[in-house]
């Protein structure tokens, strides 16, 4: 049975699709590769959560794990809908702002530890847990990095793409080195990508930057373009494969799923 592998979606910025990028990568490691998923929406927008039709803000949430008054288990959804097959969801709702409060307030029990602990109970029970972060470093964000085995930096191809990336980096390394020497970032995926001048400049800047990018067989880097497939896919509750299978965008996060398998599985 394979280890559960844990990946944290983040950016401090929004809007570069972080939830988009996490509801694909998970529907597609449910349907092309028969892989059991968790969805963890960490972030307070629930977008995740809402793709998923698993939002209800009068139900139990990662809110409520977060502040130990209620296991995984309990918050836990299978969505109803073929098209979201082996991927459940853990969701989210606007009470994470409050449980961020308390758990920056609370002293007296570990803080940082706490989504760690949750998973490990289901362990046995997914293939891959991937956690939906919210865009800042709040408590939510420094349980998914001290749980989390790899990181996944979405970057929107725009003229401020290199923003903020630094301190994603650093909030990595330095949850590295006190918590959890294991983590590491998968890539730094572009996302949003058209074809104009800014667009061609974020991508050179990242070919330039060292940071770990996917790239096709013939050296071309992975990115995610910019698409109203993508849009209407959210809106219609739908994956692309399912909604656009001919898309690019659909094409590019399946490629994405590709390098995922490949790099977590070996």
């Not at 959560?49 to 698993?54: M, N, P, Q």
């Not at 073929?82 to 758990?103: E, H, T, W, Y």
């Not at 373009?225 to 299978?245: C, F, G, N, R, T």
Request: net charge neutral; hydrophobic share 40%; proline share 5%.
């Amino acid at each position: 049975m394979r280890k559960m592998s844990k990946i944290a979606i983040i950016n401090l910025k929004g809007g570069v699709g972080k939830s988009v990028t996490a509801c694909n990568l998970a529907c597609v490691l449910g349907w092309k590769y028969s892989r059991r998923v968790l969805v963890m929406d960490l972030d307070k927008q629930a977008n995740s959560s809402k793709f998923f039709r698993c939002f209800d803000p009068d139900e139990k949430s990662m809110a409520d794990v977060l502040t130990l008054e209620a296991k995984l288990g309990d918050v836990i959804q299978i969505p109803d809908y073929k098209n979201f097959g082996l991927v459940d969801v853990a969701p989210s709702c606007m009470s994470m702002i409050f449980a961020n409060q308390r758990l920056t307030l609370e002293t007296m029990r570990p803080r940082h530890d706490r989504l760690r602990h949750a998973l490990d109970q289901h362990r046995e029970d997914y293939d891959y847990c991937i956690m939906d972060c919210p865009p800042d470093i709040d408590m939510a964000t420094v349980n998914a990095l001290v749980c989390a085995d790899w990181v996944i930096i979405p970057v929107d191809c725009g003229e401020w793409a290199m923003d903020g990336l630094q301190e994603i980096l650093k909030q990595v390394k330095e949850a590295k080195e006190a918590y959890n020497p294991a983590l590491e970032v998968l890539c730094v995926l572009p996302t949003m990508y058209r074809r104009t001048r800014y667009g061609a400049k974020a991508i050179n800047q990242l070919a330039e930057s060292g940071l770990p990018l996917l790239r096709y067989e013939d050296g071309r880097i992975l990115r995610i373009d910019a698409s109203v497939k993508v849009q209407e896919a959210i809106s219609e509750h739908m994956p692309l494969y399912a909604y656009s299978p001919k898309s690019k965008a659909s094409e590019q996060y399946i490629e994405l799923a590709r390098h995922v398998v490949k790099k977590v599985e070996g």
